[in-house]
């Protein structure tokens, strides 16, 4: 018997219309409820939101949904923010392909639906991980169905909460001549990504080479610029790879990776704890555990994917040094770069860090009015002997909505206002707001919080507009008043 013919891909035109239906019959999105607001003239927005990329998009179509508008500001081009068109550098994905990432449910928009729309079932069922590239023209695509505000190439150089119940964000227009202005909101949230409130992370020793002989994984190089060089890659994650392989690629004449462990790690543990209670209950457990299930993580470390790290041994010129730290470095009077490692000196031509992010508000000058007022866990928690972690020491104490807490009562009135819904919530939430398995519970989660938030704070509003509601659901002439029967006298 012979298999069915399989159907030719539906097209993104089909998906789309699938998806108004889809977002019809939940008669979603729900009506404007928000009473709007001014301030000596001037618009509020109800939300704002720093960042555009997966973590921005799935809270702006979340709140949408409840019909509370967001305004998303980026400081990338259209079509670039986030990593994965210009600093990511991985082939594929490490999720695997059948999450559902920023969907927020709805299975249309998913991209499954997206990928199958354009390229069939049978593509899919081939498809072994996500192309980087995909993804990134999927949320392009996510962003354009949900119609969603983003206003690129916006830089936020301030975030000034004030105690009258708006957050000034003062911004700098790149696609205008870097023209200032500012806007007000009644809530901001920080959708800022891996680095979200700091930047890259170097050893000291990165101070004594030359600026033009390093980068960092976390920037936007093009691999060529390593073209016939001797390169040392510092770190053993899953950007080291990725990075390593790029100048491989490029054509590198030689690749060194310098990995301080003694053991590449093997296990990914953080796969170990996926499933809805993380996701919906992370946030109410004991401080002691959830400290305890983040160090855990930190101290085994994520190995890298299996698929980059054979991207890269599959290249006779690339030599893993496994258990070797670099001590320090200098240039040599030839002009090449001399390493000192643990093993002896190494030479050199350049430097790619991929050595993580860390937390460091002096590297984000735009947070540096609210930066000193915000209470990290180590102001109030002091781990266990043998779980000292300064990462998660430095970590914000997050509110039950991602906000920030002040220091000490009255620290910077309004701060509450500001929502770190990125990277760096993951010690007072989980990973909902950094990664594809639990994006939308992360997302809904805080959009359910603010639709709360603006109703308690619009209740008198409210409770105005109910009184003046009038449109009437009886007419007079719906019955017929009758007439009282006469009582027959009996006890």
């Known amino acids: 018997m012979n298999s069915p013919t399989p159907l030719p891909p539906a097209g ?71 990593p994965w068109a210009t600093t990511a550098r991985m082939e594929t994905l490490r999720s695997p392909k059948e999450l559902t990432g920023p969907a927020l449910g709805m299975p249309a928009l998913t991209f499954r639906a997206w990928f199958e729309a354009q390229f069939g079932l049978e593509a899919w069922a081939a498809l072994d991980k996500i192309p980087r590239l995909q993804w990134a023209d999927y949320l392009r695509w996510y962003r354009q169905v949900r119609g969603l505000d983003v206003r690129n190439q916006q830089r936020v150089t301030d975030v000034r909460p004030r105690a009258d119940g708006v957050v000034e964000l003062h911004l700098q227009d790149d696609a205008n001549a870097a023209r200032s202005y500012v806007v007000l909101a009644r809530h901001v949230v920080l959708a800022t990504g891996r680095d ?134 200098s240039v040599r009077s030839d002009g090449a770069l001399k390493l000192e490692t643990t093993q002896g000196p190494l030479a050199t031509d350049a430097v790619i860090f991929s050595t993580g992010f860390r937390l460091d508000w002096a590297l984000r000058p735009e947070f540096a009015t609210i930066a000193p007022c915000v209470r990290l866990w180590q102001d109030r928690y002091s781990a266990p002997a ?73 209740a008198p509003l409210h409770f105005a507009t109910m009184q003046r509601y009038a449109e009437p659901e009886l007419q007079g002439h719906e019955w017929t008043p009758a007439t009282f029967p006469a009582y027959d006298g009996k006890p």
């Open 12 to 82: 993104l035109a089909a998906l789309e219309a699938r998806l108004r239906q889809d977002l019809t019959w939940l008669n979603l999105p729900a009506k404007r409820w928000v009473p709007p607001q001014t301030k000596d003239g001037q618009p509020v927005l109800e939300v704002a939101i720093i960042g555009a990329g997966m973590g921005g998009l799935a809270l702006g179509a979340s709140l949408a949904q409840l019909g509370i508008p967001a305004t998303l500001f980026d400081r990338a081009p259209a079509g670039f923010e986030g």
């Open 386 to 458: 043998g779980e000292e972690d300064t990462e998660l020491a430095e970590s914000p104490d997050l509110g039950p909505m991602f906000e920030f807490q002040p220091k000490q009562p009255g620290m910077c009135p309004g701060l509450e206002r500001v929502y770190c819904f990125n990277f760096i919530a993951a010690l007072s939430h989980g990973q909902v707001s950094g990664d594809i398995p639990q994006i939308s519970d992360g997302a809904e989660h805080l959009a359910r919080g603010l639709a709360a938030r603006l109703l308690v704070e619009d």
């Open 196 to 329: 979200g409130l700091g930047g890259p992370k170097l050893p000291e020793w990165a101070e004594a080479l030359p600026r033009e002989r390093w980068v960092h994984s976390s920037e936007t190089w093009d691999g060529e610029r390593f073209r016939g060089q001797r390169v040392a890659v510092i770190g053993g994650g899953a950007s080291a790879m990725d990075v390593a392989a790029t100048a491989l690629e490029a054509g590198a004449a030689r690749v060194d990776l310098f990995i301080r462990r003694k053991v590449l790690p093997t296990v990914n543990k953080g796969k170990g704890i996926g499933s809805p209670g993380m996701a919906h209950g992370f946030r109410a457990l004991p401080d002691e555990w959830k400290w305890r299930f983040r160090h855990y993580i930190n101290a085994q470390q994520v190995p890298p994917p299996q698929g980059s790290t054979l991207r890269v041994s599959r290249h006779a010129h690339a030599h893993f040094h496994i258990g070797t730290g670099v001590l320090g470095a």
